[in-house]
């Protein structure tokens, strides 16, 4: 037996033709008879509403129940924003009639609840306050304030309003703002230490409330405040204090202070003094000044040589060599300066030795030539005087003389007291290292 048109899989019907092949003792035989595929049992399919709540990812209805063989098309069913949506399903089995099935998916808005919105005080400073959400809004969400600024001390109830826009709720918060009390603070940088003389020192301080600066100084004889500036008036040690007047927005009174320091000034001396001068220069004036502007106290370490006379001079008397010594002790702003000595020697050009003796010698007591004067001698301390008698006897030998300890004042050697008349000498002095030689003659008298 064979078979026209006997298979199917579509929904339909067909002829199907068999041929009966009868062999030997049997006719042959035509059979025809019609095949037909129905449609599927559409009953079992269920696709139903669904609701979500958003979370990003996409969402769909899924149909269940769907036979075996068939297709489904899906229609407006996959969706990721919030909303409500209407899903078609299409089914069709191959050859068959399209059967559609309807469901509303919904995606609900997701609530918000990444950010928070809390109470807040703040300290007063002249400028406006406000609070703002913590966290992070979602996508597509927006925040809006209303009461949610003051610069005044006080509070006030402060909202935000969220919007949510497509895919969250949204959601009304409310906080209380508040503006508390000031407290002001002073900033005053630390003060270098000062000597008498300083400029005006500018002082940096400020508040932090832009308050002025009230200042004073715990002794005003040492330092006071002029125009911002500490100003120097004399050596000591004094407290500046700084404060800020009262203000009705702020509940405190701060103060600051710090010792200040004021040294003495130092100071200098300056001598200018000839090295050399005359013996017959008579009187020398000295250049002396302090960089104070202080007076200047001078010595005069030999007044056998030169003596100081009047104000600044110096009156040349022999042959020698005189120091100068300029001194100022100081006062209440300036240390005492350091010493300053102008070394002068008095020479006499015209003689071939630098010594000069004196003529007479008369030690009665009276303060005049009580010795026999050697102008010059204590530049040479290495010299030798010999002393002789008209006859031509020696009576005196002295090593260093000085015109002080060692010196003639009519006394020999043998310890007695010489007669008046007319005495030579030699006088040997090292001069340079060479030995150099002074011959004459004084008359000694009572």
Do not use: C
Request: charged share 15%.
């Amino acid at each position: 037996m064979t078979y026209d048109d006997n298979t199917r899989t579509d929904v339909g019907s067909q002829l199907v033709t068999a041929y009966v092949d009868g062999g030997i003792n049997y006719e042959d035989r035509i059979l025809t008879a019609m095949l037909t595929v129905a449609e599927p049992d559409y009953s079992t399919v269920v696709f139903s509403g669904t609701s979500y709540t958003y979370d990003g990812t996409e969402r769909s209805i899924e149909a269940t129940g769907v036979p075996v063989g068939v297709t489904v098309t899906y229609t407006n069913n996959t969706h990721v924003d919030a909303g409500v949506y209407t899903a078609t399903a299409s089914i069709r089995a191959p050859g068959g009639a399209e059967q559609t099935f309807t469901a509303v998916l919904i995606i609900a808005k997701a609530p918000i609840t990444t950010i928070a919105f809390d109470d807040a005080a703040f300290i007063y400073d002249g400028t406006e306050k406000h609070i703002v959400i913590s966290g992070a809004l979602p996508a597509g969400a927006a925040v809006s304030y209303t009461g949610n600024i003051r610069t005044n001390t006080g509070n006030q109830t402060a909202t935000a309003v969220v919007s949510g826009g497509i895919n969250y709720e949204d959601l009304t918060l409310t906080a209380v703002l508040e503006i508390l009390p000031a407290m002001r603070s002073i900033s005053f940088l630390p003060l270098p230490d000062f000597t008498y003389g300083d400029a005006p020192y500018p002082l940096n301080v400020s508040s932090s409330s832009g308050d002025a600066i009230i200042w004073s100084s715990s002794d005003e004889s040492v330092a006071v405040i002029e125009d911002g500036e500490l100003v120097i008036v004399g050596a000591g040690t004094t407290v500046i204090s700084a404060t800020l007047a009262p203000n009705p927005l702020y509940s405190d009174h701060p103060e600051m202070s710090q010792a200040v320091v004021v040294a003495k000034a130092s100071q200098t001396i300056i001598l200018d003094a000839p090295a050399t001068v005359n013996r017959d220069a008579g009187t020398v004036a000295l250049d002396v000044s302090t960089s104070s502007g202080l007076a200047v106290v001078l010595a005069a370490d030999d007044d056998f040589v030169a003596r100081l006379v009047g104000t600044g001079q110096l009156e040349i008397l022999r042959l020698g060599t005189v120091r100068i010594t300029a001194t100022q002790p100081g006062d209440a702003n300036h240390e005492a300066a350091e010493p300053v000595t102008a070394t002068i020697r008095v020479t006499d050009p015209a003689s071939d030795i630098p010594v000069r003796v004196h003529a007479v010698v008369s030690p009665n007591g009276d303060g005049i030539n009580d010795f026999l004067i050697i102008e010059g001698i204590r530049d040479y301390p290495d010299n030798r005087l010999y002393i002789v008698s008209k006859n031509g006897t020696e009576v005196a030998e002295i090593f260093g003389y000085d015109n002080g300890r060692t010196a003639f004042n009519g006394t020999g050697s043998a310890g007695s007291r010489l007669p008046t008349g007319t005495y030579f000498y030699i006088l040997e002095v090292r001069d340079a290292g060479q030995w150099k030689y002074k011959k004459g003659y004084f008359i000694l008298r009572y």
